[in-house]
C-alpha cells in the first residue's frame, strides 16, 4: 500500500528528492570547503619559499665574524712568511721586508678576488674560498 501525498508523489520520493538536495548542497560546502584549503596551502607555500630567498640574502651578506677574520689573518700571516722562507732565511735583512710585501699582495688578491675594500667584509659564506686562496697563493700567478 502506497501513500500519496497531495501532490500525487509517493512519500519515500518527498524524502528521497529531499535527501538528495541535501546531499547536493553538502558537496558545494565541501568543494568550497576544498578550494579554500587549496588557496590557503598555494599561499603558505609562496610565503615559504618568499621567506627562504630572503634567508638565503640575509645568509649571502653576512659578512666574516671575528674568529674567521682572526683565521684569516693568521693564514695570510703563515703564508707570507712561509712564502719568504722559500727565498730568504730569518737572519737576512730582506726578509721582514719581503713578509710585508708578501702579505701586503696577498691582501690586495684577496680584496680583489672577493670584490670588497676590506677583507672583513668578505661574506661569510666565502669564507673557505678565502682560506683556501691564501693556503694555495703563488706570487707568481700575479707577476
Known amino acids: 500500500m502506497t501513500l500519496i501525498n497531495n501532490n500525487q ?4 520520493m518527498m524524502l528521497v528528492e529531499k535527501q538528495l538536495q541535501l546531499t547536493e548542497s553538502q ?3 565541501i568543494r568550497g570547503l576544498w578550494d579554500g584549503m ?3 596551502q598555494e599561499d603558505v607555500t609562496g610565503k615559504v619559499e618568499e ?3 630572503m634567508v638565503q640574502e640575509v645568509r649571502d651578506s653576512v659578512t666574516l665574524t671575528d674568529a674567521e677574520c682572526y683565521q ?3 693564514a695570510v700571516r703563515i703564508r707570507s712568511i712561509t712564502l719568504t722562507k722559500d727565498r730568504y732565511k730569518e737572519t737576512d735583512g730582506k726578509f721582514n721586508e719581503t713578509v710585508g710585501k708578501y702579505r701586503r699582495m696577498i691582501w ?4 680583489v678576488l672577493f670584490s670588497v675594500a676590506k677583507y672583513s667584509h668578505i661574506r661569510r659564506i666565502d669564507f673557505d674560498d678565502s682560506i683556501y686562496f691564501v693556503k694555495d697563493f703563488r706570487p707568481e700567478d700575479y707577476i
Open 9 to 12: 508523489q509517493p512519500d519515500y
Open 27 to 29: 558537496g558545494v560546502a
Open 38 to 40: 587549496k588557496k590557503m
Open 51 to 53: 621567506v627562504q630567498m
Open 72 to 74: 684569516l689573518q693568521n
Open 108 to 111: 690586495s688578491k684577496l680584496k
